[in-house]
């Protein structure tokens, strides 16, 4: 386990377990969630260049991962979380819905209406820098058609110019 990269630890905080899991917190440590980041329930991980992730990220690019619902523990704060959804951006018409700490802004999951069961996650929030590193190192990337110019992308990763979840 490695937080030592982490300025703000968090209470309860817990790199990768024996279980395959470890917690993810926002920037204030309200909210706490235990997420399955290794095994069968971490299903991908993935960057994403779409025009969602620009504005909720305030950011060029958001890097996640698609976890089972039913692996993942909120630790604390779940009322903390305010729900913001809409679809109108979404080529499918799916309903993406995004959590945010309502205290500090920290975006924990998106859930999509076309994807049951599944969360996804944002790998910064994972309280361990090593599961960062290694079990949630992207291996694909989407909407590569709206990468930034001057952002080349990650080695390695499968490039898809849409959605490569839906391909749409
Ligand atoms: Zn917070
Ligand atoms: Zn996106």
């Given at each position: 386990m490695s937080t030592s990269n982490i300025l703000?630890?968090?209470a309860g905080a817990k790199g990768l377990q024996p279980d395959g899991r470890a917690t993810a917190t926002c920037f204030c440590g309200a909210v706490q969630l235990l997420l399955p980041v290794d095994g069968p329930d971490l299903i991908a991980t993935f960057i994403c260049n779409?025009?969602?992730?620009?504005?909720?990220?305030?950011?060029?690019?958001?890097?996640?991962?698609?976890?089972n619902e039913s692996a993942t523990v909120h630790v604390r704060g779940q009322d903390?979380?305010?729900?913001?959804a809409q679809r109108k951006t979404i080529a499918t018409g799916n309903e993406m819905?995004?959590?945010f700490c309502s205290i500090c802004g920290t975006l924990m999951y998106r859930v999509s209406s076309g994807?049951?069961?599944?969360?996804?996650?944002r790998i910064g929030t994972v309280d361990d820098?090593?599961?960062q590193n290694n079990q949630l190192r992207p291996k694909i990337e989407q909407f590569a058609k709206n990468r930034m110019a001057w952002f080349k992308g990650?080695?390695?990763?499968?490039?898809?110019?849409g959605n490569f979840f839906t391909g749409a």
């Open positions: 703000l630890p968090s779409c025009s969602d992730d620009h504005k909720i990220h305030a950011s060029a690019f958001a890097s996640n991962f698609v976890v903390k979380l305010t729900r913001y819905a995004n959590y994807y049951t069961g599944k969360l996804i996650p820098f090593d599961v990650i080695d390695g990763t499968e490039v898809h110019e």
